[in-house]
């Protein structure tokens, strides 16, 4: 199935569970602290925000990562960021970087969809068991997007 597939609605009602939790406390602090933005609807049903170019503590902490994929959204770095994390980048380099960063997110968001609340306990037990480059919905994600291991 395609990341950009339109996902049925058992299949949405399937988010409500995680989406009750992160959102409240997690995504619209963030935006209200302007410390994401939203830039637009990336897919049905997903909403893509970019993390704030200004140096704060919560931003420091995405020093080395680059997306997050969360219920109905995703957070991504900027492209300013990338270029402030690898300096000398060229801009085509950085354009493709971000395209395939969105695509790797979107497969996330596919993969929440396809397992519902199921997602995020197979997913950390995933990373915890096989660490973050084994895991098989990061492995699948990368293939997805076109990455480079």
Known sequence: MKSSSRPNILKIIGQIPAALLIWPLYILPLWTLRQIKLVKKAAPWVLEFELSDEDTRYTKLWKNWAGS?????????????????????????????????????????????????????????????????????????????????
């Open 69 to 149: 994929s969360l219920p109905f959204c995703f957070i991504r770095i900027s492209k300013l960021r990338i270029n402030r994390n690898n300096p000398g980048l060229h801009w085509a380099t950085v354009a493709k970087r971000m395209r395939q960063l969105v695509a790797h997110e979107l497969h996330h968001n596919q993969q929440q969809f396809n397992l519902g609340p199921l997602f995020f306990p197979l997913y950390l037990y995933q990373l915890v068991t096989k660490g973050y480059q084994n895991n098989p919905y990061e492995v699948e994600a990368r293939r997805v997007a076109g990455e480079e291991e």
